[in-house]
Nanobody
Framework: QVRLIESGGGLVQAGDSLRLSCAAS????????VGWFRQAPGKEREFVGL???????VYYVDSMKDRITISRDSAENVYLQMNNLRPEDTAAYYC????????????????WGQGTQVTVSS
């Protein structure tokens, strides 16, 4: 059973940086991916980006690619580094794992964390 636990959220000011962590455990293979999503109040969950488990490939949505970096370490943690945060980045952030080699829709993800809240004040 794959387990994902996010951490690192909090209240920050516009322009700050924040790094979210996703601690992963269980059977995850190199061709699987871990993705990051976010959901703002009253809005649908949206895809932010992903990394393959081998760490050799990343993908970012165009709207955020200049401000985010996704990485992983050898301890099976996946990170979402966000820079120059804006109030519109306020959302619950989730990591999720897909058995597919690429997945940008939430329906393609099989395991989810509980989420971590990021609030950006102006």
């Amino acid at each position: 059973q794959v387990r994902l636990i996010e951490s690192g959220g909090g209240l920050v000011q516009a322009g700050d940086s924040l790094r979210l962590s996703c601690a992963a455990s269980g059977p995850i293979f190199d061709n699987n991916v871990v993705g990051w999503f976010r959901q703002a109040p009253g809005k649908e969950r949206e895809f932010v980006g992903l990394i393959n488990w081998s760490g050799t490939g990343v993908y970012y949505v165009d709207s955020m690619k200049d401000r985010i970096t996704i990485s992983r370490d050898s301890a099976e943690n996946v990170y979402l580094q966000m820079n120059n945060l804006r109030p519109e980045d306020t959302a619950a952030y989730y990591c999720a794992m897909s058995r597919k080699a690429f997945a940008s829709h939430e329906s393609d993800y099989h395991y989810w964390g509980q989420g971590t809240q990021v609030t950006v004040s102006s």
